[in-house]
C-alpha cells in the first residue's frame, strides 16, 4: 500500500458536539430488545449498557457469538433502532441529528454487500454521493490507490477476489472521511497478506487520529492492535479498560526453566507453587506476581542446589482473560479463532 490519504478533521463535522472534547462514542443504557414472532418471548440482545471509546483510541470490542456486537455496530450506524438509551458520536446524539451522526462514522460490514455491477471507482463515487461529498473533495483515486485497488478501478465487482471486495469495502466506509471507523470482522477469510496491510493502513489512520473500532475473532490481533478493549457477553460489558490493565487482572505467570542437574521431582523448596516436571525435564512453575517475585522462585531453587541454566516467562494472553470473563458462551469462538490459526 502506499500514501494513507489524510483526514477530514474531526470537528468540522461537530459543530453541536455536547463538550469540546467529547468520546468518540458514548452509550448510556442502551437496551435493544426483538420481538420474535411465533408466541417466542422476547429476546434482549443489550441489557442496558454503559460504554465509552476515548477519541483517537484504536478499540476492540469483543465477544462470543450472540453476544450482541453487530447489534451495537447497527445501532452505531443507524441501521437499527434501539429500545432505549442514549447513544453519541463524538457528541452528537444519534436521535437528535441523525444525518450529522451517520456522516461522523465509517462501518466496514463483515457481509460483502458490493454491486456486482459497479467497478471500484462507481462504488466509491456513487457512495461520496450518498453522503453528499462535493465532487472537488472526492478522494476517489487517493482510496484507490492506498488500497491497491487502482488496477481494478474499473472492474467489475463481482471479478474482484475476497480480498479485493474486503478492500473495497474499506475504502467505502471511508469515502466522506469519518473520525470514527467501526470494522466488523474485517479479516474473516482473508489470507495473511491482506491482513498485514489492511492493519497497517488502520494504523497508520489511528496514528492520524482517527478512532478505530474492531471486532473480531481473532484475539491474537486484538491483543496487538487495541490499546483498549471491552468484552460483551450476552447483551452486557463484563469487562472494559486500557488492555495492560485488563491483562493484570489474571495475575498468572508462568516460568519456564531448565535446570542443572536436571530435577527428577519438584524441589520440596517450591512447595506451595502450583509446578511441575515436563515431559522435556524443564521445571513449569505458576505464581501470582502480585504476591510473589519471580527472583523468589529463583533464589528457592539457588537453596536446592540447582543452576538454572535458561529460562522463559510466559504471560497470560488476551484469549485467557476473553475465556474466563464469558465462560462456556466463548468455546465456539475460540474454537474458531484456533481453526483459523492452524495450517
Known amino acids: 500500500m502506499v500514501a494513507v490519504p489524510s483526514p477530514m478533521p474531526p470537528d468540522a ?29 422476547p429476546k434482549e440482545a443489550l441489557c442496558g449498557i454503559d460504554l465509552r471509546i476515548p477519541r483517537g483510541s484504536f478499540f476492540g470490542l469483543l465477544g462470543p457469538n450472540g453476544a450482541g456486537k453487530s447489534t451495537l455496530i447497527n445501532i452505531l450506524a443507524g441501521l437499527v433502532v434501539k429500545t432505549e438509551g442514549r447513544v453519541r458520536i463524538l457528541g452528537v446524539d444519534i436521535d437528535r441529528n441523525p444525518r450529522r451522526a451517520r456522516r461522523l462514522i465509517g462501518v466496514v460490514p463483515q457481509e460483502l454487500n458490493l454491486d456486482a455491477f459497479f467497478t471500484p471507482r462507481e462504488t466509491l463515487e456513487y457512495q461520496a454521493g450518498l453522503y453528499g461529498v462535493p465532487r472537488a473533495d472526492r478522494r476517489t483515486d ?55 496491510s489492511l492493519w497497517a493502513y488502520m494504523k497508520d489512520l489511528n496514528a492520524r487520529g482517527i478512532t478505530v473500532v474492531l471486532t473480531t475473532h481473532y484475539l491474537e490481533e486484538a491483543e496487538r492492535l487495541c490499546d483498549r478493549i471491552a468484552i460483551l457477553d450476552r447483551g452486557r460489558i463484563v469487562a472494559c479498560d486500557a488492555k495492560h490493565r485488563l491483562m493484570r487482572r489474571l495475575d498468572e505467570k508462568e516460568l519456564l526453566l531448565w535446570l542443572e542437574p536436571q530435577p527428577r521431582r519438584v524441589p520440596e523448596q517450591l512447595a506451595g507453587f502450583p509446578a511441575r516436571i515436563e515431559p522435556d525435564g524443564t521445571l513449569r512453575v505458576c505464581f501470582r506476581p502480585s504476591r510473589t517475585a519471580a527472583g523468589e522462585v529463583l533464589e ?25 470473563l464469558t465462560g462456556s458462551a466463548a468455546s465456539s469462538a475460540a474454537d474458531h479463532n484456533q481453526r483459523s490459526r492452524s495450517p
Do not use: C, N, Q, W
Request: proline letters at 8%; aromatic letters at 4%; charged letters at 25%.
Open 13 to 41: 463535522l461537530i459543530p453541536d458536539a455536547d463538550t469540546a472534547s467529547p468520546p468518540a462514542i458514548e452509550v448510556s443504557g442502551l437496551r435493544k430488545v426483538y420481538a420474535p414472532s411465533g408466541g417466542a418471548p
Open 142 to 196: 487517493h482510496l484507490l490507490e492506498a488500497l491497491g485497488l487502482m488496477d481494478k478501478a474499473h472492474a467489475y465487482a463481482r471479478s474482484l477476489s475476497g480480498g479485493m471486495r474486503r478492500r473495497l469495502l474499506v475504502a467505502k466506509a471511508l469515502v466522506h472521511a469519518p473520525p470514527v471507523v467501526v470494522l466488523d470482522e474485517p479479516t474473516a477469510g482473508v489470507d495473511v497478506e491482506l491482513r498485514r
Open 300 to 324: 528457592r531453587l539457588r537453596e536446592a542446589g540447582f543452576f538454572v541454566r535458561d529460562l522463559r516467562s510466559v504471560e497470560p494472553d488476551l484469549e485467557t482473560l476473553f475465556l474466563r
